[in-house]
């Protein structure tokens, strides 16, 4: 394999993003003088707007200190007009309090993963990944940047006053375990935390009794036996938390299939409406730029953090269990039939998966065909 050329300084993904995040302020403030907004003008001289976001992250993990440098990013971008205090997960609200919070204007905006919010806005199942649909990052841009994914979250999140700023790749998800899950069928009878909603229901359909938790209360209800294994996040953020001195099993799937439930799991930033359409226009253009950047940065610092951490389970004595693709095709009848129970709970969930299935079952990606969109008794389901 040839080696790629060394970069010159300021170019490659990185550079060319600070290249245009500065060009775009340049542009924004010439734009705001051409057009006759003195107000604009004059906030070279005004006091800097300060936000106060939370994100689902605890403070420690890889996540956080990405979250971290976003703000860093902001205040760069926009020379300081705009500057986010970047708060760790229950420093103002707990994580699940979050939607409401910035929904009433206790606080100005939340770095989440959209799957929380499922029973506010149903149109969130599919906003992230979901058991056997879209499975890698890129299919995910594409639908949110040119098939009318950010559209449908807009709507989805406006609804209950927030701007939805855009999607945050991170990382797939992984099982830990007390105990050794080595088949579907061992699957049965445990009890494990998942975040809910259709991927809860997937699990369910297996006979697993399925727990809800927030992300800090993980590692006690591990710890202390009150469930059996739990999903969360990525090798990195787990081993941070410290999920490996605890459950010494860890559950994947096979090559065909590394996560079965969640392997594009998508973060995302909302901001109080108020807020939003109280800030400048060219600052808006700058900070959904920024969001961006983020989700590169984010998702490719976690991706090299998981790589660092996986030997670090092993040293600890855990166990990496794959499932075998027999067993992934039996977790994969029920999904069809899933994914139409939660599209129907909204139009707007609707609208978004069948805009995913004309994509899923295209030649782009060809996972699915008309024929497959079948029951688990194999009757044609029509939505």
């Not at 807009?154 to 209950?160: L, S, T, V």
């Not at 990195?236 to 799991?265: M, R």
Request: some cysteine; proline content about 5%.
């Amino acid at each position: 394999m040839k080696k790629k050329k060394k970069e010159a300084k300021g170019t490659g993904e990185k550079g060319s993003r600070r290249s245009f995040l500065k060009t775009a302020a340049v542009a924004a403030g010439a734009a705001a003088g051409v057009m006759g907004f003195p107000g604009v003008m004059r906030l070279s001289a005004a006091a800097p707007i300060r936000w106060k976001m939370q994100t689902a992250w605890d403070a420690g993990t890889v996540g956080y200190t990405k979250f971290q440098d976003f703000g860093k990013k902001v205040a760069e971008v926009t020379e300081g007009k705009l500057l986010i205090e970047c708060l760790p997960t229950g420093s103002i609200v707990g994580t699940f309090e979050m939607f409401d919070a910035v929904k009433a204007g206790v606080f100005d905006a939340y770095h989440s993963f959209d799957v929380y919010w499922v029973g506010k806005v149903p149109a969130c199942t599919f906003l992230s990944s979901y058991p056997f649909g879209m499975d890698l990052p890129h299919q995910w841009d594409v639908w949110f940047d040119n098939l009318g994914g950010k559209e449908v979250a807009r709507e989805g999140y406006g609804r209950h006053n927030m701007m939805y700023l855009g999607p945050i790749q991170h990382d797939d998800n992984l099982i830990h375990s007390k105990v050794p899950i080595r088949s579907f069928e061992d699957f049965k009878g445990k009890k494990i935390r998942y975040p809910g909603g259709i991927i809860a229901d997937i699990y369910r359909a297996a006979g697993v009794s399925t727990v809800l938790l927030p992300g800090g209360e993980v590692y006690p209800a591990l710890e202390k036996g009150v469930i059996d294994a739990s999903d969360y996040v990525g090798w990195a953020i787990n081993y941070n938390l410290g999920f490996a001195e605890i459950a010494k099993y860890v559950i994947i799937g096979p090559p065909s299939t590394p996560c079965l439930h969640q392997p594009v799991d998508l973060m995302s930033i909302e901001v109080n409406m108020g807020k939003w359409k109280a800030l400048p226009k060219h600052l808006q253009v700058l900070l959904e730029a920024a969001v961006g950047w983020h989700s590169i940065d984010h998702y490719t610092a976690i991706q090299k953090a998981d790589l660092e951490a996986i030997p670090k389970y092993l040293a600890k004595g855990c166990e990496v269990i794959r499932l075998k693709d027999s067993d992934i095709e039996k977790f994969k009848k029920f999904a069809p039939e899933l994914w139409v129970v939660w599209a129907k709970k909204d139009p707007l969930a609707m609208k978004a998966f069948k805009s995913q299935w004309e994509y899923i079952k295209s030649l782009k990606i060809g996972y699915f065909k008309d024929a497959d969109m079948v029951d688990r008794a194999g009757k044609k389901i029509s939505f």
